[in-house]
Nanobody, 122 residues
Framework: QVRLVESGGGSVQAGGSLRLSCVAS????????IAWFRQAPGKEREGVAS????????YYSDSVKGRFTISQDNAKITFSLQMNSLKPEDTAMYYC???????????????WGPGTQVTVSS
């Protein structure tokens, strides 16, 4: 079993920054990939970025490329999403997800955190 807990969400004005964190339980192959997804009200969950156990970043969505950065600590327990130049359209519930392989499809992930809300006002 993989347990994930997100933190760091909040309210910020457009142009501001937030840093989300995801703390993962002890490593198993089931969390070889850590991904961030987000879901706005009435919209489908969309992939934001993902990172492999070896630290390689597999993708950023076009909507966040150049503004968001995914990273992991040396212990590979805490995974972060640094979000800069935030826009109102970034407003969503942000989720940390884990599985053996990386994918942009949220349906491929078996392990999820409860989420953390990000609200960006104009």
């Amino acid at each position: 079993q993989v347990r994930l807990v997100e933190s760091g969400g909040g309210s910020v004005q457009a142009g501001g920054s937030l840093r989300l964190s995801c703390v993962a339980s002890t490593y198993t192959y089931r969390r070889n990939c850590i991904a961030w997804f987000r879901q706005a009200p009435g919209k489908e969950r969309e992939g934001v970025a993902s990172i492999r156990f070896d630290g390689s970043v597999t993708y950023y969505s076009d909507s966040v490329k150049g503004r968001f950065t995914i990273s992991q600590d040396n212990a590979k327990i805490t995974f972060s999403l640094q979000m800069n130049s935030l826009k109102p359209e970034d407003t969503a519930m942000y989720y940390c997800a884990a599985d053996q392989y990386c994918s942009r499809n949220y349906r491929q992930y078996n392990y999820w955190g409860p989420g953390t809300q990000v609200t960006v006002s104009s």
